[in-house]
T-cell receptor, first 108, second 114 residues
């Protein structure tokens, strides 16, 4: 079945530094979604990418979908303490397969 | 935005008893809801897809007789963990999608079986 891998699993950064998490699928994805889960909270939808090579930005967050639609990345510029949480990628319409997530810790 | 509620938020039960978890879409109708399980420091694992008015579709390895799902209306799905055992202790999260892809998650239910 479809597998979605995510790296790194953990990342500690100094506040103000950039952060990137990568997502790779074993199969071509129809779409990729990104979610953020704060400690103790539930996953919150951030964005969906559908087109090959698509790039979307949300303030300091930049999302990319690979040309082959098998990989994606989330880049945060100048991290803040409010960025702390676990970022999950997920592939598939309706029935999605989640990556293991990248836990981001921001050191003030 | 769309809101999904879950009840209870946490529950402790004795081994052998059954626990029912409710998932409600508060401001939209959802013909399909999803139930996930999340172990500590791990990702979400889809357990089953709940379809209003029909039987749920379970993922491979998920016992349908143990995890009973009922999608009674367009705004309510329930998950019943029957004859719970300590290994069923986990964080259970439901989600619903008013549109094709954007899933809204409930706050989750932490189940502890003693």
């Amino acid at each position: 079945g479809q597998q979605v891998m995510q790296i790194p699993q953990y990342q500690h950064v100094q506040e103000g530094e950039d952060f990137t998490t990568y997502c790779n699928s074993s199969t071509t994805l129809s779409n990729i979604q990104w979610y953020k889960q704060r400690p103790g909270g539930h996953p919150v939808f951030l964005i969906q990418l559908v087109k090959s090579g698509e790039v979307k930005k949300q303030k300091r967050l930049t999302f990319q979908f690979g040309e082959a639609k098998k990989n994606s990345s989330l880049h945060i510029t100048a991290t803040q303490t409010t960025d702390v949480g676990t970022y999950f990628c997920a592939g598939g319409y309706q029935k999605v397969t989640f990556g293991i997530g990248t836990k981001l810790q921001v050191i003030p | 935005g769309a809101v999904v509620s879950q009840h209870p938020s946490w529950v402790i039960c004795k081994s052998g008893t059954s626990v029912k978890i409710e998932c409600r879409s508060l401001d939209f109708q959802a013909t399909t809801m999803f139930w996930y399980r999340q172990f500590p420091k791990q990702s979400l694992m889809l357990m089953a897809t709940s379809n209003e008015g029909s039987k749920a579709t379970y993922e491979q390895g998920v016992e349908k007789d143990k995890f009973l799902i009922n999608h009674a209306s367009l705004t309510l799905s329930t998950l019943t963990v029957t004859s719970a055992h300590p290994e069923d202790s986990s964080f259970y999260i439901c989600s619903a999608a008013p549109e094709a892809y954007e899933q809204y998650f409930g706050p989750g239910t932490r189940l502890t079986v003693t």
